[in-house]
């Protein structure tokens, strides 16, 4: 017997993903703090085991033009991206074909101060009608969701993170080009 998931009650009060036109491309960019370190973000966002917590099972090669391969739920999606920047604990990009769209995420990380952590997150080159970029705006806000149990060495359940996107989804509307 299945459990119903609360959705509501597993998000956040974090703001949207702003999104901007330039050119033949969009791009989404996420802000978000975190009470730990940039180190351990850092982790989070290199590491395969904290990965498989919040985002995808991986296989990482870190180094600039080392790959990422990601599989999502039990493999039913796969992707494999190329690093283009490593800058430990503060820049991670990786290039990753969306349809026929060379995209690309960064992630920027900076103290906030007060010993925690400032993450930056773009992915640009997206698509202007968004089309072949399907959940990019609701998925990357429903894997941050996941983040900060990873932070604490705790897992996401897939099914969280899908009905996470599914209630986030109205929230980011269609995009016209």
């Given at each position: 017997m299945s459990t119903a998931v609360s959705t509501p009650a597993l998000l956040s009060d974090a703001a949207l993903g702003e999104v901007t036109t330039a050119g033949d491309s969009r791009q989404i960019v996420f802000h978000r703090r975190?009470?730990?370190?940039?180190?351990?973000?850092?982790?989070?966002?290199?590491?395969?085991?904290?990965?498989?917590?919040w985002f995808a099972d991986a296989?990482?090669?870190?180094?600039?033009?080392?790959?990422?391969?990601?599989?999502?739920?039990?493999?039913?999606h796969r992707a494999e991206m190329t690093i283009t920047v490593c800058e430990p604990p503060r820049a991670l990009a990786w290039r990753w074909t969306i349809g026929e769209?060379?995209?690309?995420?960064?992630?920027?990380?900076?103290?906030?101060?007060?010993?925690g952590c400032a993450l930056t997150l773009t992915h640009s080159g997206l698509s202007l009608d968004g089309a072949r970029d399907g959940g990019v705006r609701a998925g990357w806000h429903a894997h941050l969701e996941a983040l900060p149990e990873a932070l604490e060495g705790r897992a996401t359940a897939w099914e969280t993170k899908t009905a996470r996107e599914q209630a986030l989804a109205g929230r980011y509307p269609a995009l016209s080009a």
């Open positions: 975190y009470r730990q370190s940039v180190e351990k973000v850092w982790a989070a966002l290199t590491t395969p085991e904290r990965l498989a917590d296989q990482v090669d870190l180094r600039v033009g080392g790959t990422i391969r990601l599989n999502w739920n039990k493999g039913t769209r060379d995209t690309l995420v960064r992630f920027d990380l900076a103290s906030d101060g007060g010993g």
